[in-house]
């Protein structure tokens, strides 16, 4: 004689819109940043590095000493200078044979040869000189006046503040999803206010270590909130799916291979493996193996056999 189980609460599955978001977390760069550092080796004899301000590109920043290559420059354009006056003269003298070919080639390659000798001193020169490269806001200085510094000192830091970046990863099975243009929405710690950003670019492949696609974004806003380095929480919209079939996630049994659902066939216990698509806090949307209008099994899942006779206590809609 066929035993009625126990009775047991099931939903009927139906087709509803999902909206495919994820959150996860970023933070915010500038869209530019440099370690301001020297070239060459020198003593400080000039800061204009004013700390927490903004300076336009081109302002001289930091001044090394440099008045020996000043002197040689000097010294240059005067050797500079009375050799282009010999080598006018011999160029008149060259007209009326009055000077050797050999010796006027001579003059001329020394007249180039002294040039060189100062684009290479100017070069120095400029060397000697910290410029901001861009707009931007100066960190804090880590140097003195009179202070040696050497190639691999950070003298200070700029940054462009006026322009953010948002630097954010993604799961990779989302990779794809995301292009350039693709909008997105943000949130900053202690602050529930969305702010919006736009990508323009992602890193070339997935990383080997996480999994994940490193994407940046452009914040469109501006405000005095937003600061780089700050942690936020990036909203992805991926699209919506109008016809979604949404289960209770208490009524999936997970298997070593499959995940499958109990749904009532002919008013008994059928197993059905089923695929899983996007998970929501209480429900996972299914893929394939049910369809809207069956009857699933939510809950007494472990006392339920392949035939069972059911019972339902409870059916939700």
């Given at each position: 004689k066929e035993k009625v189980q126990r009775k047991v609460d099931a939903e009927i599955a139906k087709s509803s819109s999902l909206i495919n978001d994820i959150a996860v977390s970023g933070s915010l760069m500038p869209y530019e940043e440099v370690a301001l550092m020297n070239e060459n080796a020198g003593r400080v004899v000039?800061?204009?590095l004013p700390e927490g301000k903004f300076v336009k590109k081109g302002t001289l920043l930091v001044q090394l000493f440099d008045d020996d290559l000043q002197a040689n420059l000097k010294?240059?354009?005067?050797?500079?200078s009375i050799q282009e006056k010999i080598y006018e003269r011999q160029s008149e003298l060259l007209k009326v044979n009055g000077l050797s070919q050999y010796d006027y080639d001579q003059t001329?390659?020394?007249v180039n040869s002294i040039k060189a000798d100062i684009e290479v001193e100017k070069s120095l020169i400029r060397k000697s000189v910290i410029l901001a490269p861009f707009d931007g806001v100066i960190g804090l200085k880590n140097i003195s006046v009179g202070a040696q510094v050497t190639p691999s000192t950070n003298l200070a830091t700029?940054?462009?503040v006026d322009k953010l970046k948002l630097?954010?990863?993604?799961?990779e099975k989302y990779s794809s999803?995301?292009?350039p243009g693709f909008k997105v929405k943000f949130t900053i710690s202690g602050n529930d206010k969305l702010y919006d950003a736009t990508v323009f670019a992602s890193e070339g492949g997935i990383d080997a270590n996480t999994r994940n696609l490193r994407v940046r974004a452009l914040v469109i806003n501006k405000s005095d909130e937003l600061v780089p380095g700050g942690f936020t929480n990036v909203q992805l919209t991926l699209g919506e799916n109008k016809n979604a079939i949404m289960i209770s996630a208490q009524?999936?049994?997970p298997q070593e291979r499959n995940k499958s659902l109990i749904v009532s066939k002919n008013g008994k216990a059928h197993f059905v493996i089923v695929n899983t698509g996007i998970r929501k806090e209480s429900t996972v949307e299914i893929l394939n193996g049910i369809h809207p209008g069956d009857t699933v099994v939510v809950n007494g899942l472990l006392f339920l056999k392949e035939g069972v006779k059911l019972s339902f206590s409870n059916i939700k809609n």
């Open positions: 000039m800061i204009n010294k240059l354009q005067t050797q500079l001329f390659l020394q700029i940054r462009m630097d954010f990863s993604i799961p999803e995301i292009k009524a999936l049994i």
